[in-house]
């Protein structure tokens, strides 16, 4: 008589391979299913799968932070105002110095920001669900203070370019952008010592601790991760819409945590994996796009965001159990 127990049984059914490829069934599922539905409103048009590519491109690079920030434990609240803040600073620098100071008011903006919330989180004690819920509304506070609400166009031809609205033959630059922050995020994930303490923090903290983990550095350098992507983002939205916003990555924190827990990161922290995150920003995107061209009101499209944060916490949950 074979004995089969409770912890071996969803091995022996298959469960674990297919909850551990969930995403890429995922992805595969609903884009035969648009395909099928919305084919004769051109969604397998190249134009519209390059530019599904181009709108997710700048999630899919705060996604992939966003792995390191909750395999670590924590949590970023912030990372879509602070987007928007860093295209401001950057449009309103350019202004005044030229695309190099622009380029720098951006990076600065990243790290300033993801050091203030390190700084609160790891030092003071406040967790950053707080901290960066508060930094949400001082961010865009900031943005929509300094700009006057008023959008900050960029004049230059060749940072527009670089930054979001050029194209290299057929491919938009964003997907490069994408592709080299995956890769980096990606290797350092899997095969640095960085990656393994950040694994190892959000696996069992007071383990990695004991173990000499400097756990409130790791945290301290991954919130600051985060935020350098936030602004990296906002760099790409400003130079693809030629302008400096505050609304610009207003909600995207949302599509982001949803992201990189649809890829396969636990928000309970201690698992982690760049290249799922990545795809869980591809179906995103493609499920907003279906979305548009099913001709859903805006409305409807928040309600359906909703739904697949609900979705990705409860898978989240269910990989935990298994």
């Given at each position: 008589?074979v004995?089969i127990?409770?912890?071996?049984?969803?091995s022996?059914?298959?469960l674990t391979?297919w909850?551990?490829?969930i995403i890429?069934i995922?992805?595969v599922?609903?884009?035969?299913?648009f395909s099928?539905t919305?084919?004769?409103k051109?969604?397998l048009?190249?134009?519209?799968l390059l530019?599904i590519?181009?709108q997710?491109?700048?999630?899919a690079?705060m996604a992939?932070a966003?792995t390191y920030v909750?395999a670590a434990?924590?949590?970023?609240?912030?990372?879509g105002?602070v987007?928007?803040?860093?295209?401001?600073t950057?449009?309103m620098s350019m202004?005044?110095g030229g695309?190099?100071?622009?380029?720098?008011a951006?990076v600065?903006t990243?790290i300033?920001?993801?050091?203030?919330?390190g700084?609160?989180s790891?030092?003071?004690?406040?967790?950053?669900?707080?901290?960066?819920?508060?930094m949400?509304?001082?961010?865009?506070?900031?943005?929509m203070?300094?700009s006057?609400t008023?959008?900050v166009?960029i004049?230059s031809?060749?940072?527009?370019?670089?930054?979001?609205?050029?194209?290299?033959?057929?491919l938009?630059v964003?997907?490069?952008?994408?592709?080299i922050?995956?890769?980096v995020g990606?290797?350092?994930?899997r095969?640095?010592?960085f990656g393994?303490w950040?694994l190892?923090?959000g696996?069992s903290?007071?383990a990695a601790?004991?173990s000499?983990v400097n756990?409130r550095?790791?945290k301290?350098?991954v919130l600051?991760?985060?935020?350098?992507a936030?602004?990296?983002?906002g760099?790409?939205?400003?130079g693809?819409?030629?302008?400096g916003r505050?609304?610009?990555?207003?909600?995207d924190?949302?599509?982001v945590?949803?992201?990189?827990?649809l890829g396969?990161?636990s928000l309970?922290g201690?698992?982690?994996?760049v290249?799922?995150?990545?795809m869980?920003?591809?179906?995103i995107?493609?499920i907003?796009?279906?979305?548009?061209?099913a001709?859903l009101?805006?409305?409807?499209?928040?309600?359906a965001?909703?739904?697949?944060i609900?979705l990705?916490?409860a898978?989240s949950q269910?990989?935990?159990t298994?």
């Amino acid at each position: 008589m074979v004995n089969i127990t409770a912890a071996s049984l969803p091995s022996r059914l298959g469960l674990t391979n297919w909850r551990q490829n969930i995403i890429y069934i995922g992805f595969v599922g609903i884009f035969m299913f648009f395909s099928i539905t919305l084919g004769h409103k051109g969604f397998l048009d190249i134009n519209n799968l390059l530019n599904i590519v181009r709108q997710t491109a700048p999630i899919a690079i705060m996604a992939v932070a966003m792995t390191y920030v909750l395999a670590a434990g924590e949590i970023d609240l912030s990372i879509g105002a602070v987007a928007g803040l860093a295209s401001v600073t950057t449009a309103m620098s350019m202004d005044i110095g030229g695309v190099p100071l622009g380029i720098f008011a951006g990076v600065v903006t990243g790290i300033a920001v993801g050091a203030i919330n390190g700084v609160i989180s790891t030092r003071i004690g406040i967790p950053t669900f707080l901290t960066t819920l508060a930094m949400m509304g001082i961010a865009k506070g900031t943005s929509m203070w300094i700009s006057g609400t008023k959008a900050v166009p960029i004049l230059s031809d060749g940072y527009n370019w670089f930054f979001g609205g050029g194209y290299i033959g057929p491919l938009p630059v964003l997907l490069f952008w994408m592709l080299i922050v995956a890769t980096v995020g990606h290797i350092v994930l899997r095969k640095t010592t960085f990656g393994r303490w950040v694994l190892a923090t959000g696996g069992s903290e007071t383990a990695a601790r004991y173990s000499g983990v400097n756990t409130r550095n790791i945290k301290f350098k991954v919130l600051v991760i985060s935020s350098l992507a936030a602004a990296a983002a906002g760099m790409l939205y400003a130079g693809r819409f030629q302008t400096g916003r505050f609304q610009l990555g207003e909600g995207d924190e949302l599509s982001v945590i949803a992201a990189a827990v649809l890829g396969g990161t636990s928000l309970f922290g201690g698992k982690g994996t760049v290249v799922g995150s990545i795809m869980g920003a591809l179906m995103i995107g493609l499920i907003n796009n279906g979305l548009i061209l099913a001709g859903l009101e805006f409305s409807q499209q928040l309600i359906a965001r909703g739904a697949i944060i609900i979705l990705a916490v409860a898978i989240s949950q269910n990989r935990k159990t298994f």
